[in-house]
């Protein structure tokens, strides 16, 4: 049973508008969501977080927004660009322990 | 970045042989874990340790082993490689005073 989820495989965007990433949790004692950034043939790269207590994090271009009566949280990107192009992977942290639940993951494509 | 090394890098093996990753960090952090990336699964949690010689199972451990005797090395162990431990492997380390974690290169094995 997955318990983050990613429903959409692949998105595409024009340059310079806005990437809307989505995911939905099952669990509604997570307590704190990353999101990480992969290129082909790399590591997954930690890109921004957000703890249940809050609704909203913001770093440069991406902001993450947590709706925890909807157990959703999304990553925005303004604006995108073609050096975004990755996969992104969101991830629950299992309370009470240094575990973590990664969603399968959704490829974003910038197109210049 | 965090020093994570992985090796290999790559690896081809039979069917039946055991084989072993290797994971290294020099960040001198408490908590080491082992995922498996697959097409429609993104990471799945194998293993992960908490202390030297403290470890604990992930979602899909069946088949894989971990030792940690060390603060800086965690091995994987794949005691008679079947074709569907064929995937890429990640380590990730974090330091326990955020939850954000690092991930190594990846080693890439198939299994024929």
């Known amino acids: 049973d997955q318990q983050v989820k990613q429903n959409s495989p692949s998105l595409s965007v024009q340059e310079g508008r806005i990437s809307i990433l989505n995911c939905d949790y099952t669990?509604?004692?997570?307590?704190?969501f990353l999101w990480y950034k992969k290129y082909p043939a790399e590591g997954p790269t930690f890109l921004i977080s957000i703890s249940s207590i809050k609704d909203k994090n913001e770093d440069g271009r991406f902001t993450v927004f947590l709706n925890k009566s909807a157990k959703h949280l999304s990553l925005h990107i303004v604006p995108s660009q073609p050096g975004d192009s990755a996969v992104y992977f969101c991830?629950?942290?299992?309370?009470?322990?240094?575990?973590?639940?990664f969603g399968t993951g959704t490829r974003l494509k910038v197109l210049a | 970045d965090a020093g994570i090394t992985q090796s290999p890098r790559h690896k081809v093996t039979e069917t039946g042989t055991p084989v072993t990753l290797r994971c290294h960090q020099t960040?001198?952090?408490?908590?080491m874990y082992w995922y498996r990336q697959d097409p429609g699964h993104g990471l799945r949690l194998i293993h992960y340790?908490?202390?030297?010689?403290?470890?604990d199972k992930g979602e899909v451990s069946d088949g894989y082993s971990v030792s940690r005797s060390k603060t800086e090395d965690f091995l994987l162990t794949l005691e008679s490689a079947t074709s569907s431990q064929t995937s890429v492997y990640f380590c990730a380390t974090s330091g326990g005073d955020s939850y954000e974690q690092y991930f190594g290169p990846g080693t890439r094995l198939t299994v024929t």
């Open positions: 340790s908490y202390g030297v010689k403290d470890t």
């Open positions: 960040e001198n952090h408490r908590y």
């Open positions: 991830a629950a942290s299992d309370p009470g322990t240094y575990k973590y639940i």
């Open positions: 669990n509604s004692m997570f307590d704190y």
